[in-house]
């Protein structure tokens, strides 16, 4: 089994490597590439280090799976040329999720949407995923008509950059320092404010109809993966000064009345999903507690009693991990151990 790790240093890179390991894949031959500026150096496994190359075509002759998380310009690029050399491509990226041909995989939920050979399987976006793995068990049994949903998306999500960001600038907000805020990816260029105690109602692109894309995704991807076109999503993704897990505020309207006692029976039965919801001794999800984990963590479960069959969940998962790298990885566990 012979495992390439495109975009091996950034910041779900690095994490695709760690699951590679901790989930079990088994893998004889592991190859990191990068682009030219990290090319050369070294990222230590548990098989010993290896040496991060250059990702060109070439060095993907003979791969069995190719996990791509360098940006979706890479994936266009890259995803073909390995399908063409007999790969199964499963990339992080945006660029090919809403092709009908590519299935858009969330294990727990749609693995069955995969063929099998060589081809590309997208990986969801990471609020997408972190959403879904509660809201499609409640889907299933009751049917969700509408689903709103409010996120606190953590630095990393905008990868090394963010991280970057936080850290420097909270540094300086602290030392009284003057600063010029960070430009993060996956924003317009003309938009960059300072992370630090800071809420940024802001994460990627402005689309004409006033969404940003990252709202975008939400609604095309749930669709998509819980396969009901008729599913009304509407989402605000703000960008929050932590540095790791994404939160969400989710209200959905069921099509058939969904008691509350039994939502959360269902969530405490599904796996991925970890209830915790005793607020009378303060305990619900928080990105410190959720940081490193493969599940998501789901509380404040309660109906929304201003509206008929509605209810409310809070959900934080580490969109490093189950929103990109352990998802991707359990992918290929599913298909090839
Ligand atoms: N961060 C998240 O929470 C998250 C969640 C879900 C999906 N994603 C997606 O995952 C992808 C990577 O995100 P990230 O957060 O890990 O970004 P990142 O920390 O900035 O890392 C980017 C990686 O891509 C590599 N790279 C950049 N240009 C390249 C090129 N031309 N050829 C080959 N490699 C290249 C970089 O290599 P160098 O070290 O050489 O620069 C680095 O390894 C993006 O598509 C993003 O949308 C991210």
Redesign the pocket.
């Known amino acids: 089994m012979r495992v390439a790790v495109?975009?091996?240093?950034?910041?779900?890179?690095r994490e695709m490597t760690s699951c590679i390991f901790e989930l079990g894949l088994a893998v004889d031959e592991l190859v990191l590439?990068?682009?030219?500026?990290?090319?050369g150096t070294t990222v230590s496994t548990p098989k010993g280090d290896v040496v991060v190359e250059l990702?060109e075509p070439k060095r993907l002759t003979g791969m069995d799976v190719v996990f791509m998380?360098?940006?979706?310009?890479?994936?266009r690029e890259l995803a073909p040329e390995a399908v063409a050399r007999g790969a199964v491509v499963i990339d992080?990226?945006?660029a090919f999720r809403m092709d009908p041909n590519v299935p858009l995989v969330i294990p727990e939920i749609n693995l069955d949407t995969v063929k099998p050979g060589p081809g590309i399987i997208a990986?969801p976006?990471?609020s997408t995923i972190i959403a879904l793995m509660p809201v499609a068990p409640i889907h299933r049994r009751w049917g969700v008509k509408r689903m709103i949903v409010s996120t606190y998306q953590?630095a990393?999500?905008?990868?090394?950059?963010?991280i970057q960001a936080l850290t420097d600038e909270t540094r300086a907000v602290l030392d009284g320092r003057e600063f010029t805020p960070t430009v993060m990816?996956?924003k317009s260029a003309a938009v960059h404010h300072q992370i630090a105690f800071n809420v940024i109602p802001h994460v990627d692109v402005f689309m004409p109809d006033g969404y940003t894309r990252e709202e975008h995704k939400m609604t095309n991807e749930s669709r998509k993966i819980l396969g009901d076109p008729d599913l009304q999503v509407t989402t605000t993704t703000v960008r929050v000064p932590v540095y790791r897990s994404h939160s969400e505020a989710i209200n959905l309207q069921t099509r058939q009345h969904a008691d509350i006692d039994e939502v959360r029976q269902l969530l405490t039965d599904t796996p991925g999903v970890v209830v915790m919801d005793d607020p009378a001794n303060f305990s619900y999800p928080m990105p410190v507690h959720v940081a490193g984990s493969d599940d998501v963590f789901v509380g404040r479960l309660r109906e929304d009693t201003t509206a008929p069959d509605s209810l409310w969940l809070w959900a934080v998962g580490d969109?490093?991990r189950k929103?990109?790298a352990s998802n991707a990885v359990q992918i290929a566990v599913a298909l090839f151990n």
């Open positions: 495109v975009g091996a240093t950034g910041a779900v890179g590439l990068s682009s030219q500026r990290s090319a990702a998380s360098a940006g979706g310009d890479v994936s992080n990226s945006s990986n976006n990471c953590a990393s999500g905008a990868g090394f950059t963010g990816p996956y969109q490093l929103g990109a």
